[in-house]
């Protein structure tokens, strides 16, 4: 009875969906977070007579054949690369993107990692940080005595003093774009690291080679469709129940085999 694994693999992939959908719920306010999608396949098919085998003596052939699928697989849960709507928090080091790419920083290991999440900090030391304290590349030090800070949209972030008329440029945050951003893996905390499916990380400036701009004062909010997820999320519980159901029709069909007499 191929049903019953059949619909243990539908059940599965219904599952894995119903997991995706709480974690883009989970996020639905994540700064910068970009909604994830889960992708299925279907799996061999088991060839009990191939099209265009010889049916008879004749020479003729099988228009279509018989083939009996196995059911379904986990294909892949893509990232959907969309522009998060924009809002205006009036913070001084909050930068939102407008259009594709990422702010580059650097973890601890000296590893590049790349985010969205332009809600970025201030340290004891004037350095510019991300939340969770990664340096933002080039790395980027704000001196303690600057009354006030200027963050324009090509990422150069100028420092206004008391005792000068002009702003002092303090160095320029640093921008990447990826050939496949879709392949980037997610590491947590809004953070990104390249891999052989993204391509190499194109360093650039923002407004240029194809890179977003910056606008400071903004946040770009999750991309995440709530009144989406809320029907994907039914459609996926339906469709649990039905290979349920299956389940147990295969089971009372065998049930009937065994009290053949």
Do not use: C, W
């Amino acid at each position: 009875m191929r049903a019953l694994s059949i619909a243990a693999t539908g059940m599965s992939a219904q599952q894995m969906r119903v997991e995706v959908i709480a974690n883009n719920l989970a996020n639905m306010n994540t700064t910068g977070y970009s909604t994830r999608r889960a992708e299925f396949a279907d799996l061999h098919y088991q060839q009990m007579t191939r099209a265009g085998s010889i049916s008879a003596s004749d020479g003729s052939l099988v228009p279509t054949g018989v083939q009996l699928g196995l059911g379904v697989r986990p294909a892949s849960v893509s990232v959907i690369v969309a522009q998060g709507s924009l809002t205006q928090t009036g913070a001084t080091l909050d930068v939102a993107i407008e259009g594709p790419g990422y702010i580059e920083v650097t973890l601890p290991s000296g590893q590049a990692a790349f985010t969205r999440d332009g809600a970025l900090k201030q340290t004891g030391e004037g350095e510019l940080v991300t939340a969770d304290g990664f340096a933002v590349a080039p790395g980027i030090t704000i001196p303690p005595d600057a009354r006030s800070l200027s963050i324009n949209a090509e990422g150069e972030v100028y420092a206004f003093f008391a005792n000068q008329i002009d702003a002092e440029l303090l160095g320029q945050i640093s921008m990447a774009g990826f050939a496949n951003p879709r392949g980037l893996e997610a590491i947590g905390s809004n953070l990104f690291v390249e891999t052989a499916a993204s391509g190499a990380a194109l360093i650039g400036t923002a407004g240029r080679d194809g890179l977003g701009t910056l606008r400071q004062g903004y946040l770009e909010e999750s991309s995440v469709d709530a009144v989406q997820e809320l029907t994907d999320l039914i459609e996926a519980q339906r469709g649990y129940e039905l290979n349920a159901k299956v389940i147990t029709a295969a089971d009372q069909m065998l049930g009937a085999t065994t009290q053949i007499r």
